[in-house]
């Protein structure tokens, strides 16, 4: 399994920003699809964006499509999470997923994890 290492979480005020790194080692980074999801207390893990192997083709939940940013560089192993236009509900720990198979929007499909990052907006 790959090794991943979230970072770049924080507390902002809403309408801020911040940008989320994953740091994956141990396998072939470019081999893998990643994505990001993330956990509200008392809430499921739910997802929030994912991108393809080699960059092209991205997806993202209705709740963020157009303030967040999710990219890839294959060269540094990374993958991020630009998160604009924040606000209170984007509250959660942010988690990074790798998935050598399935490109799927279930996390349940997905077979390595990052410990996660907690994101915290206030109002």
């Known amino acids: 399994q790959v090794h991943l290492v979230e970072s770049g979480g924080g507390l902002v005020q809403a309408g801020g920003s911040l940008r989320l790194s994953c740091a994956a080692s141990?396998?072939?980074?470019?081999?893998?699809?990643m994505g990001w999801f993330r956990q509200a207390p008392g809430k499921e893990r739910e997802f929030v964006a994912r991108?393809?192997?080699?960059?092209?083709?991205?997806y993202y939940s209705d709740s963020v499509k157009g303030r967040f940013t999710i990219s890839r560089d294959n060269a540094k192993n990374t993958v991020y999470l630009q998160m604009n236009s924040l606000k209170p509900e984007d509250t959660a720990v942010y988690y990074c997923?790798?998935?050598?198979?399935?490109?799927?929007?279930?996390?349940?499909?997905?077979?390595?994890w990052g410990q996660g990052t907690q994101v915290t907006i206030s109002s």
């Open positions: 141990g396998r072939t980074f470019n081999d893998y699809n």
């Open positions: 997923a790798a998935s050598g198979t399935t490109f799927s929007a279930a996390s349940v499909d997905w077979g390595s």
């Open positions: 991108i393809s192997r080699g960059g092209v083709t991205t």
